[in-house]
């Protein structure tokens, strides 16, 4: 029947395609998901994941022709596997809060000057990595910012981080005088430790911030949820940050769960009687060690 026949030439063409596609994909990704988490490609010159751990991550990273390695995250690169694997280092770590300004020139930067094709890395490969290659595909590969947006949706960035969602969204190819500021910025493959006391300081400002709207009895959820995720974060990091498995780690790491128990409080009262708490652990834990 003529119906039939072309109706099942369609689903073939269809299942066909679909394989084709598959195939395809495997042959460019599939093993590397299998060792890199979160491994996303934007296109062929720019891909993100999670950071690479082993030797066989390098490995497989180089294999795949990667040239420049960019590490937006506060621990610092592993630069004997990445020089053993023709890797360069670009070191730029960035906050849960957004992307400051002068990070985004030194993304663009690196999109512009180094070698290609470039792997953008943060811890898991979710949220600060993809925003940051976010904004190197604008940069440079024409990304529209309503396709940045959409590939953070898709490779699952939570909508929570509001600033990563924020300074995507807002960034655009940079202005002339940026453009002038380029050639003052130094692109570091390492960059200076983030310290404990930086972590420190950035939970404060989010603490403060939280603070001050429930006294003023003013928090929208918005902003509650952007501030608290960030603490959470921040706690996390931390804990990365303080390699010495002692007390102090097991702590931080409990504070993960507090800065939780914040994030899913609602109403005012709620929020302020976990703000107590929460405040309660920061001056138990300074007063035994500072
Ligand atoms: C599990 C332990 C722990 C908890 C909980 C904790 N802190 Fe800290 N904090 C530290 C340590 C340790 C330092 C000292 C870091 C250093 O100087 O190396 C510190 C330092 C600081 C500093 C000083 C940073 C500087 O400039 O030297 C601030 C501000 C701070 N913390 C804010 C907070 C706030 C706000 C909270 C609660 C929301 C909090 N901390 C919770 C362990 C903790």
């Given at each position: 029947?003529?119906?039939?026949?072309?109706?099942?030439?369609?689903?073939?063409?269809?299942?066909?395609?679909?394989?084709?596609?598959?195939?395809?994909?495997?042959?460019?990704?599939?093993?590397?998901?299998?060792?890199?988490?979160?491994?996303?490609?934007i296109?062929?010159?720019?891909?993100?994941?999670?950071?690479?751990?082993?030797?066989?991550?390098?490995?497989?990273?180089?294999?795949?022709?990667?040239?420049?390695?960019?590490c937006?995250d506060?621990?610092?690169?592993?630069?004997?596997?990445?020089?053993k694997?023709?890797?360069?280092?670009?070191?730029?770590?960035?906050?849960?809060?957004?992307?400051?300004?002068?990070?985004s020139?030194?993304?663009?930067?690196?999109?512009?000057?180094?070698?290609?094709?470039?792997?953008?890395?943060?811890?898991?490969?979710?949220?600060?990595?993809?925003?940051?290659?976010?904004?190197?595909g604008?940069?440079?590969v024409?990304?529209?910012?309503?396709?940045?947006?959409?590939?953070?949706?898709?490779?699952?960035?939570d909508?929570?981080?509001?600033?990563?969602?924020?300074?995507v969204?807002?960034?655009?190819?940079?202005?002339?005088e940026?453009?002038?500021?380029?050639?003052r910025?130094?692109l570091?493959?390492?960059?200076?430790a983030?310290?404990?006391?930086?972590?420190?300081?950035?939970?404060?400002?989010?603490?403060?911030?939280?603070?001050?709207?429930?006294?003023?009895?003013?928090?929208?959820?918005?902003?509650?949820?952007?501030?608290s995720?960030?603490?959470?974060?921040?706690?996390?990091e931390a804990?990365?940050?303080?390699?010495?498995?002692?007390?102090?780690?097991i702590?931080?790491?409990?504070?993960?769960?507090?800065?939780?128990s914040?994030?899913l409080?609602?109403?005012?009262?709620?929020?302020?009687?976990?703000?107590?708490?929460?405040?309660?652990?920061?001056?138990?834990?300074?007063?035994?060690?500072?």
């Amino acid at each position: 029947m003529q119906f039939d026949d072309s109706f099942n030439f369609r689903n073939f063409l269809l299942v066909f395609t679909m394989v084709v596609g598959n195939l395809q994909a495997e042959d460019s990704t599939d093993s590397v998901e299998r060792t890199i988490e979160n491994f996303n490609r934007i296109n062929a010159n720019l891909s993100c994941g999670s950071q690479p751990q082993s030797e066989s991550h390098f490995a497989k990273l180089q294999k795949l022709g990667f040239k420049t390695v960019v590490c937006v995250d506060g621990t610092s690169p592993n630069l004997k596997m990445l020089r053993k694997h023709g890797l360069r280092s670009v070191h730029i770590p960035l906050p849960y809060s957004g992307i400051p300004q002068e990070s985004s020139r030194m993304l663009t930067k690196a999109m512009r000057e180094c070698e290609k094709p470039i792997f953008v890395h943060c811890h898991h490969g979710l949220h600060r990595g993809p925003a940051a290659a976010a904004v190197c595909g604008i940069a440079q590969v024409h990304f529209s910012q309503k396709e940045a947006v959409k590939f953070l949706q898709t490779v699952g960035t939570d909508p929570a981080y509001v600033g990563l969602y924020r300074d995507v969204q807002n960034f655009s190819v940079l202005s002339t005088e940026d453009d002038r500021q380029l050639s003052r910025i130094q692109l570091l493959e390492q960059a200076p430790a983030t310290k404990l006391s930086d972590v420190m300081v950035r939970i404060e400002s989010h603490f403060r911030f939280l603070k001050d709207q429930a006294t003023k009895q003013q928090q929208s959820n918005d902003s509650w949820t952007e501030h608290s995720v960030a603490i959470i974060e921040e706690f996390k990091e931390a804990g990365r940050l303080y390699k010495q498995a002692d007390n102090l780690k097991i702590e931080l790491q409990e504070s993960v769960q507090t800065a939780t128990s914040l994030r899913l409080t609602v109403g005012n009262h709620e929020r302020s009687v976990a703000l107590k708490v929460l405040e309660k652990s920061c001056v138990q834990c300074h007063a035994k060690r500072r």
